[in-house]
């Protein structure tokens, strides 16, 4: 005779995930929705770390000439040294400026409500890596006579980047200007959109020619720092994808979210919209169905 005891089971039962962090329960795949925001948001500084480690790391390598002499695209040209190196920075910046911006928009409510800077972002994360793939003829700047396509299709490229550069932190500064929680992160934008199209007026005009490289570097570091504080921002919160934060989005608007955890930090009452789940055994059931049972198989 063998005895089998059948356990009362709550209804389509699934993984359950308690973030170590927030305290708060989510189900399998709700979980899993947050720790891809977590690694989209995360992604917003990887690329521009990764970005700028290469470009050092590549103008270190140019030995008999300094950082002022070549700009970022010529690192990755034939005749430079090593230019795999640059063109893996290209391609690291421009794959998490795309992932980056899907967790902006949705952090921002979706794509009905973030505006078009996270889409802008994504679009200059393309950009980048066309730019890495289409490369310069030559590491220094020459007579753009006899030039190739890809080294003229990297230059329009350039530009396009160039100006989204600008454009992409003060459309999100304006997005996020009615919020009083992000006052501090969208002057930050506001102020490196500013001070990137005044650098970059310089660096393209020219008319500083032997501190052309210097002046690159400056115009694209301001906006890809910006950008790492809103990541860092994003990370400091709970996620969207989590159901308070879903509930706070539809009753607060978009970016509530991140006032769940500091609710929760404080010494008031944080709402119940973002007040922590205890998962609970229920104690209540049907009468005459016991919390477990008993068969023989004979």
């Excluded at 980056?100 to 928009?105: E, H, K, M, P």
């Excluded at 329009?156 to 992000?182: E, F, K, M």
């Excluded at 906006?223 to 308070?244: T, Y």
Aim: charged residues 15%; aromatic residues 4%; positive net charge.
């Amino acid at each position: 005779m063998l005895t089998t005891r059948n356990r009362a089971r709550l209804p389509r039962a699934r993984s359950v995930t308690r973030s170590p962090r927030s305290g708060l329960v989510c189900a399998g795949p709700e979980a899993f929705g947050i720790r891809g925001f977590k690694v989209r948001a995360i992604a917003g500084i990887a690329g521009p770390v990764a970005f700028t480690g290469t470009w050092i790391v590549a103008s270190l390598l140019q030995t008999g000439h300094s950082a002022a002499e070549v700009q970022i695209s010529g690192l990755a040209a034939p005749d430079a040294r090593d230019p795999w190196i640059m063109i893996a920075g290209f391609a690291a910046l421009g794959g998490c400026a795309v992932a980056f911006g899907s967790a902006l928009r949705e952090a921002l409510g979706g794509p009905g409500r973030a505006g078009p800077a996270p889409r802008l972002i994504q679009a200059a994360g393309a950009l980048t890596v066309a730019a890495g793939l289409l490369r310069r003829d030559r590491m220094l700047l020459a007579s753009s006579a006899g030039e190739s396509w890809h080294n003229h299709a990297h230059d329009v490229v350039s530009l396009l980047i160039y100006t989204a550069l600008v454009a992409a932190p003060l459309l999100l500064a304006r997005g996020l200007r009615g919020d009083p929680r992000w006052r501090a992160p969208g002057l930050l934008l506001s102020a490196s959109s500013l001070a990137t199209a005044a650098v970059l007026t310089v660096f393209v005009s020219g008319a500083l020619g032997t501190w052309n490289g210097v002046l690159q570097r400056i115009g694209v570091s301001l906006p890809l720092a910006a950008l790492c504080a809103v990541a860092l921002r994003l990370l400091a919160a709970d996620p969207p994808g989590h159901a308070s934060a879903r509930a706070a989005v539809r009753r607060h608007g978009p970016l509530s979210f991140l006032t769940c955890r500091n609710a929760r930090r404080s010494s008031r009452s944080p709402g119940t919209w973002c007040r922590s789940a205890t998962p609970t055994r229920s104690t209540s059931r049907e009468p005459g169905t016991p919390s477990s049972t008993s068969s023989a198989i004979t």
